[in-house]
């Protein structure tokens, strides 16, 4: 008896050894490697991936901005010291990886209270930021962001889907599918207008899919800059093709019902996307957009 006890704990610190190193080797891989094929790991947070850039004679913020990929108002909201358009030379400045803000979240507040403020889904909000159970300090991937008032600090789209007032039938996010009659996510807003309405493209850009795709039917989708697309679905005409560049304004196709639209009455399924480390991130459309409710 006494004898198979030594023998277990042995096992017991030899486990324990085990674990250890275990837990070493893989903090230092995960430190390593942040974007692992583990599926089950979290990613490295967008945060520690921010970058720094020493401003050298004759850069301006949006020269900065563009050799990044980003929009010069991240780079302003990331580094609050620099004046536009004159900015200090030699000094270094943060570069974050993608268009978007950091904030500091309220003491208590939880991942769905941000979603509901910035209009990002929570799921992603904690996995953008390295799974903290709470949210602290965190990273809002987007352009224009003011909490629970977008539209005062409004830097969204430079036109409208639409030619007609902008009325919603469907809001952005978890939604009582009136049709499907369950809970779901809805991925864009639903602007109603009459069949036969022009679609206009919501701002300058790349017209990079046109196809009829399943739920969606006729559908478009236009890239914008700043890592920016939107999406235009249940279309019953197209006007534009891929590769095609369009202007703020321009028709690009009709209202129509194609697909499976998520409400009855006729409307533009308009979608807002920014490009993040896990893809395409639908926002609210209506933080883009000003919107009569
Ligand atoms: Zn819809």
């Known amino acids: 008896m006494k004898r198979s006890g030594m023998r277990g704990s042995v096992k017991v610190f030899r486990f324990i050894f085990i674990a250890i190193v275990l837990v070493l080797e893989g903090s230092s891989a995960l430190a390593q490697v942040p974007n692992n094929n ?6 490295a947070p967008l945060l520690s991936k921010i970058k720094r850039h020493r401003i050298i004679e004759g850069e301006t913020v949006s020269s900065i901005a563009e050799q990044y990929g980003l929009l010069p108002e991240t780079l302003v909201k990331f580094n609050p010291n620099i004046k536009v358009p004159k900015i200090p030379v030699g000094q270094e400045i943060f570069i974050p990886p993608i268009n978007g803000v950091k904030i500091e979240a309220p003491p208590g507040s939880t991942w769905l209270d941000l ?3 910035y209009g990002v889904r929570a799921d992603i909000l904690f996995e953008l930021n390295g799974c903290q159970k709470r949210p602290k300090v965190v990273f809002i991937p987007g352009t ?14 430079a036109g409208y889907p639409l030619p007609t007032p902008l009325t919603v039938g469907l809001s952005y996010g978890w939604q009582n599918s009136p049709i499907q009659k369950e809970r779901l996510f809805h991925s864009g807003i639903d602007l109603l207008a009459p069949v036969g309405t022009d679609v206009l493209a919501a701002d300058d850009g790349l017209v990079i899919y046109v196809d009829r795709e399943g739920a969606y039917g006729n559908y478009i989708i236009i890239n914008h800059r700043g890592n920016r697309q939107t999406r235009y679905a249940h279309l019953a005409s197209v006007a534009v093709k891929v590769n095609q560049r369009v202007k703020t304004g321009e028709i690009i196709g009709t209202v129509g019902q194609t697909g499976q639209p998520d409400i009855s009455a006729p409307h533009l399924h308009f979608e807002v996307r920014f490009k993040t480390n896990q893809g395409w991130v639908a926002q609210d459309p209506a933080i883009h957009l000003k919107i009569k409710r």
């Open 115 to 117: 979603e509901g403020a």
């Open 38 to 43: 583990d599926m089950s790991a979290c990613p």
């Open 144 to 157: 224009s962001w003011a909490a629970k008032t977008p539209q005062k600090d409004y830097t969204g789209l």
